[in-house]
């Protein structure tokens, strides 16, 4: 028996003894997947992820299935989220036959978006490695069918930048995606993801920011309405010194939308003069939507730098007026209004082509709502 | 151009306005003074149409149309103009895309063509100049970090970009120093005209050094009290407003 497929033997049974988790669990609490799935479950099928356009020249690739050394030196070695084991990622690496896995050779700064669709039901896995001093941007968008598990390990090398935009289409159905990322000295990883909601949509990050100097910056909007659900569960560990995090989270719900952040900052024993900061507000537009936002913190390190904060509200009537009376239709004010506050959460996104992309999705998404 | 009759305006239980009654001609320009209170604001809210200002009596016309029946986005596209005496700040809304979105929404509720990008640019552009609004300032969002005098004459220039038919000008001269004033206050004249009818509520005499009305209404306690030309605001600036605020014995 190979190393890896020792390793998929003990994530079943990992998963196997735990179940899927249920509102007991804290992770889980705000984001109800063992009732969203029903009786059938995750199931032990295999979903896929497919390249959408050409790959950008001098990117590695293998399958999981059939990896290469540097694939398999890294696959199924990350820590996910949500303590000792988490379930749901060991799920998709129990069940999912497969994989892709690429790699960004060191020094290798690609400047050509690579293009990433997820598609199907089922488990899936994938792995990213950018070696040291390489540079990619990846865009992920998300196909509508479901059930679907994703497991996702991104592996940044020393002084590595990963821009990472990820879209997920307006779904009624189960998505979760579970994505680990380590980051060496020096490295960066910033991360922007949309969502639009689904029977049940989370997209969970475990950031370790493993060396000194490494960066992680988040941005994120969801645009939620009828029953749609999203969630954004962060994990931010820094475990070195001068390591940085910022994290700005905006959700409009409108219908009976539920919009979830949770995120987690821990700053481990030795990582002197941390830097993190973390927003999350949202705009609630009915009174059956709603919005839990919980920002926590844990500090073991000296001479830290670090901010929280959340805010749920709803438009403000004075600028609507304000619109109004210049004559600007109402709907048309609120949409400007809606727009005007997710703004600050889409502008990070440095990829021009891929921000408007992000833009028209947001645009399509609250005129929905209107 | 305006005739207000008789106008009772009530926020939640309080009667503000208690039988007011004014009429303005195109091409004049009235003004309105008043102490703290005496619902120099309502009136001015009221005319452009927000939200949780009951009129329980009394009519305003303009051109003839029932102004109370619109909402306030047809009086803005019909040529009803406030400047606000507390312009709202609007983060993530930068000030051009906000002037091109009013600009050409007024148009489309008139039944005219959108102006391009390009077009907004160069029209804001030229009137921006004269009143000392910078590039940089078009380019922020929309009042925020701007300074009281900034955000006044920001108010100015959507005027001179709308071209209404009847502007009121509430407090437009509050926060201002005295070149601000100065400048403000030549962008209103520049706009009067013949076609055009402004409505300037101040509570002190100092705007109308500048501005000089036609006709000047004072109001207290929800009414007009005294009517006069423009000497009248001397007067109000000797007397004070007692002679009018005060029960009578």
């Known amino acids: 028996m190979t190393a890896i497929a020792e390793r998929r033997a003990e994530a079943r049974t990992i998963f196997e003894g735990h179940g899927l988790p249920t509102r007991r669990v804290e992770e889980w609490k705000y984001s109800d997947l063992k009732s ?335 | 151009m305006l005739e207000i009759k008789n106008l009772h305006v009530s926020v939640g239980d309080k009667a503000i306005l208690k039988g007011l009654t004014l009429s303005i001609q195109p091409g004049q320009v009235h003004a309105i003074m008043g102490p703290n209170g005496s619902g120099k604001s309502t009136l001015s809210y009221v005319l452009a149409g927000r939200a949780g200002y009951d009129i329980t009596e009394g009519s305003i016309l303009y051109d003839g149309e029932d102004l109370a029946a619109m909402p306030p986005e047809a009086r803005a596209a019909k040529g009803v103009f406030l400047a606000m005496q507390y312009p709202v700040e609007i983060p993530g809304v930068t000030t051009m895309t906000f002037l091109k979105t009013a600009l050409n929404s007024q148009r489309r509720q008139r039944g005219e063509t959108d102006i391009d990008a390009i077009g907004v640019l160069k029209l804001v552009r030229a009137k921006a100049k004269t009143l000392n609004v910078s590039e940089e300032m078009l380019k922020r969002a929309l009042n925020v970090g701007f300074s009281g005098g900034e955000k006044k004459r920001l108010e100015i220039l959507q005027m001179a970009i709308f071209e209404p038919k009847l502007a009121v000008l509430d407090e437009t001269d509050s926060g201002l120093d005295i070149d601000a004033l100065k400048l403000v206050a030549e962008g209103v004249n520049a706009l009067r005209s013949p076609e055009r009818a402004m409505l300037v509520i101040t509570h002190y005499q100092r705007l109308l050094d500048y501005i000089v009305p036609d006709r000047i209404h004072v109001l207290a306690k929800g009414r007009i009290v005294a009517e006069g030309g423009k000497e009248l605001a001397l007067e109000l600036e000797a007397k004070g407003y007692d002679q009018f605020v005060k029960e009578p014995a």
């Open chain 1, 36 to 370: 969203a799935l029903g009786e059938a479950g995750l199931g032990e099928a295999t979903a896929y992820a497919r390249l959408l356009g050409r790959l950008p020249e001098g990117v590695d690739y293998c399958d999981l299935a059939n990896p290469k050394p540097w694939a398999a030196a890294h696959f199924g070695a990350l820590q996910f989220g949500g303590g000792a084991r988490n379930a749901v990622s060991e799920a998709s690496l129990a069940f999912a036959e497969g994989g892709l896995a690429l790699r960004v050779p060191a020094g290798l700064a690609i400047t050509e978006p690579l293009m990433l669709e997820t598609g199907g039901a089922g488990h899936l896995r994938l792995l990213l490695v950018v070696e040291a001093g390489a540079a990619l941007t990846l865009y992920e968008s998300t196909d509508t069918a479901g059930p679907r598990n994703a497991g996702f390990e991104i592996v940044l090398g020393e002084g590595a930048h990963l821009a990472h935009v990820r879209l997920a289409r307006p779904v009624e159905t189960v998505q979760v995606e579970e994505i680990a990322i380590s980051l060496a000295a020096r490295a960066r990883y910033d991360g922007h993801f949309a969502s639009f909601g689904g029977k049940l949509a989370r997209a969970e990050l475990a950031i370790a920011l493993e060396g000194e100097g490494a960066q992680a910056h988040l941005s994120g909007v969801s645009v939620l309405g009828e029953s749609a659900h999203a969630d954004v569960t962060t994990h931010v560990i820094h475990r070195k010194g001068n390591t940085q995090s910022t994290q700005l989270f905006k959700h409009v719900a409108g219908g009976k939308a539920r919009a979830v952040y949770q995120g987690k900052v821990t700053v481990a024993k030795g990582a002197d003069g941390a830097d993190s900061r973390q927003t999350a507000k949202a705009l609630l537009l009915s009174e059956t939507a709603e919005a839990d936002l919980k920002p926590e913190l844990e500090i073991f390190a000296e001479d830290v730098k670090c901010a929280h904060g959340a805010a749920i509200g709803d438009l403000d009537a004075e600028q609507i007026f304000y619109l109004r009376s210049r004559g600007i239709p109402e709907d048309h004010a609120r949409a400007l209004l809606l727009y005007a506050f997710l703004e600050e959460a889409l502008n990070p996104i440095a990829n021009e082509d891929l921000c408007a992309a992000v833009r028209a999705g947001v645009q399509t998404a609250l005129r929905g709502l209107l």
